[in-house]
């Protein structure tokens, strides 16, 4: 089993849709979580960090649950601009080494 | 400020070759990292360093080497090249205690034919 398992998608949703997805992680010891975006062909980008009591920035919230042991990206208001893999990221400590990125979620935003 | 940069960006070799990846960036970051990004495999960690004169395995070590002789370069080096080595390469550099926040060069496509 992955440490780290997002659904990789494609979720296809029209322009001004609500769209959700989420990841879930095997290590009950993981301590950090962060959403990351990824542009076609492009570097990876940090997008937010996601907190026990759930973390909003504009259009995008994230959320943790613990004892369910997933993390979730909810996206209001989809832009064509959204459309992107987004990374689940995991950590377990403050080591470069405890870092686990997910595959990835690949959202298309249609006209 | 130009950030993390990555050069070449497309490279094609053949079983055998040999080729080094560098990597620069200017931000001063202490922590530098080597990934491998496959399709459905995720961002894996090859080598990482924590400061200038240090490197350490991590998850896919196995046919690369590093090395960090300046605290602002990183490199990668492949010995003997293999097809099951033809991915895109990032890297990426963070300060000490934020290493959940790394900044990604543009990447480097490579083929092994």
């Known amino acids: 089993r992955k440490e780290?398992?997002?659904?990789?998608?494609?979720?296809?949703?029209?322009?001004?849709?609500?769209?959700?997805?989420?990841?879930t992680y095997s290590n009950s010891a993981s301590q950090s979580f962060f959403w990351y975006r990824q542009d076609c062909?492009?570097?990876?980008?940090?997008?937010?960090?996601?907190?026990?009591?759930?973390?909003?920035?504009?259009?995008?919230?994230?959320?943790?649950?613990?004892?369910?042991?997933?993390?979730?990206?909810?996206?209001?208001?989809s832009k064509l601009s959204d459309s992107a893999t987004y990374l689940c990221v995991v950590t377990s400590g403050s080591s470069a080494s405890k870092i686990i990125f997910g595959s990835g979620t690949r959202l298309s935003i249609r006209p | 400020n130009a950030g993390v940069t990555q050069t070449p960006k497309f490279r094609v070799l053949k079983t055998g070759q040999s080729m080094t990846l560098l990597c620069a960036q200017d931000m001063n970051h202490e922590y530098m990292y080597w990934y491998r990004q496959d399709p459905g495999m995720g961002l894996r960690l090859i080598h990482y360093s924590v400061g200038e004169g240090t490197t350490a395995k991590g998850e896919v070590p196995d046919g690369y080497n590093v090395s960090r002789l300046k605290k602002q370069n990183f490199l990668l080096g492949l010995e003997s090249a293999a097809p099951s080595q033809t991915s895109v390469y990032f890297c990426a550099s963070s300060y000490p205690g934020l290493t959940y926040e790394q900044y990604f060069g543009p990447g480097t496509r490579l083929t092994v034919t």
């Open chain 1, 4 to 23: 780290v398992e997002q659904d990789p998608g494609p979720f296809n949703v029209p322009e001004g849709a609500t769209v959700a997805f989420n990841c």
């Open chain 1, 41 to 77: 062909r492009k570097e990876p980008k940090l997008l937010m960090s996601v907190y026990s009591s759930g973390n909003e920035d504009g259009r995008f919230t994230a959320q943790l649950n613990r004892a369910s042991q997933y993390i979730s990206l909810l996206i209001r208001d």
